[in-house]
């Protein structure tokens, strides 16, 4: 059984900087793409990042581009969200989500089947 499991999130103050983790498990073969998607109450989930498992390539929305980052582990079937610059405008649910086939990795949400419980990020001001 597929499995994405989010964790890292929390509270912090504009400015401050928070790190999230994706842990995917039951995949019988190697994701080709994992990525971050956020939403916010009242609005459509967005794309925020995402990272091909094979390779280095990342790809990024252009509101969170030099802010964050997305990495992986593929030792420990992970990738990774750091945000730094946090805003208030970045209070959201954060969800992970993977895909196995695929090229290349984009940050469109129908392109994911798969998606993990999400976790609460809260920016204050």
């Known amino acids: 059984q597929v499995q994405l499991v989010e964790s890292g999130g929390g509270a912090v103050q504009a400015g401050g900087s928070l790190r999230l983790s994706c842990a995917a498990s039951?995949?019988?073969?190697?994701?080709?793409?994992m990525g971050w998607f956020r939403q916010a109450p009242g609005k459509e989930r967005e794309g925020v990042a995402a990272i091909y498992m094979g390779g280095s390539s990342t790809y990024y929305a252009d509101s969170v581009k030099g802010r964050f980052t997305i990495s992986k582990d593929n030792d420990k079937n992970t990738v990774y969200l750091q945000m730094n610059s946090l805003k208030p405008e970045d209070t959201a649910m954060y969800y992970c989500?993977?895909?196995?086939?695929?090229?290349?990795?984009?940050?469109?949400?129908?392109?994911?089947?798969?998606w993990g419980q999400g976790t609460q990020v809260t920016v204050s001001s």
């Open positions: 039951g995949y019988r073969y190697r994701t080709n793409c």
């Open positions: 989500a993977a895909d196995l086939w695929l090229s290349p990795c984009t940050v469109q949400k129908y392109d994911y089947p798969d």
